[in-house]
């Protein structure tokens, strides 16, 4: 998809509902990006007034994937660390339209947030994804190196527990 353009979302008109939007579809279809289905939106709107805000002030960016004027993907980049880690960042709620998946979407999107963090003096990148039906694969091909599994981590938005594999990737300069 050569039309897609990734960039920060703000708390801009518009933007906060189609995220709520893609929160829920997420959910709904079984991502286990934290939430339970079903998920109501009145809790994914506060979830993203406050993520927004938190990137407002400089502690997280969320990136957007858009086709036209849809918000077609998104994932945020955590940059607010403790202070004896300024050189790592973390992935996470990397989610895509389910009409979207497949088509290099999460991958732009993960890229983008690899810039972004080496543009902050970011040289070392953390995620983790749920062991059933998370995006291990995708992580793997995109040179992100597996640390370990946790068993029984989280519970599926549908119910029953899941593992997380938890991920690490070197990027820009070596410290």
Known sequence: MSSIEVKALTQAAGTQAMLVDLLIETVAAGGSVSFMHPLSQEAAGAFWAKSLAAAARGERAVLGAWHVE???????????????????????????????????????????????????????????????EGASGLYER???????????????????????LIYWKRIGQSL
């Open 142 to 164: 995109l040179g992100f190196t597996l640390a370990g599994e946790i068993p029984d981590y989280a519970l599926k938005p549908h119910g029953g527990l899941t593992g997380t």
């Open 70 to 132: 849809v918000l077609v993907g998104t994932v945020t980049l955590l940059l607010d660390c403790p202070p004896n880690q300024p050189h790592r960042a973390e992935v996470a709620k990397l989610m895509t339209r389910l009409e979207h998946r497949g088509k290099g979407i999460g991958t732009r999107l993960v890229r983008a947030a690899e810039t972004l963090a080496v543009e902050k003096g970011r040289t070392l990148l953390v995620l983790d994804t749920a062991t059933e």
